[in-house]
């Protein structure tokens, strides 16, 4: 994922947050996978003010899972940090999309992660499936690439 990549995306959604003690290590630093946390808490506001809840997209039997991740870490988060998650959906197929994000520190705007994640669209008995056309319609309107 670039900036470009991120830029081009027609509805980039801001979520903020502040690290807790919980998410650190021993060192005061947020251990690496808590930024997979961040991803899905910025991901799911950006689904509910842009498309569905995942509660409604459950509540019409289908699931959103994760299919594949990355992480690239810049530089590390600590305890108190005010955190700004940028999210973009760069892609978006019949059943697959992809979100992409950057972990922002606030205060000095250091880029500190950058990555994304790959899901799928499935129904309550775990079979692959299409996206319906309601949510399908509403994502390829946030999408950057629609296939």
Known sequence: MTDETMNMCT???HHRFRVIYGDTDSGGVVYYANYLRYFEAARTEFMRDR?????????????????????????????????LVETSLVEVKSRTCRFDYRVIR???GKMLAQGFTTHAIV????????????????????SADVT
Not at 123 to 142: N, Q, S, V
Request: glycine residues 6%.
């Open 106 to 108: 606030e205060i000095d």
């Open 11 to 13: 509805s980039l959604h």
């Open 51 to 83: 498309a569905l809840s995942y509660k409604e997209i459950e509540a019409q039997g289908f699931i959103l899972p994760v299919v594949e991740c990355h992480v690239r870490y810049k530089a590390s988060a600590r305890y108190d940090d005010l955190l």
């Open 123 to 142: 129904d309550i008995k775990g079979r692959l499936t299409k996206f319906p056309d309601m949510l399908l319609g509403a994502l390829r309107k946030y």
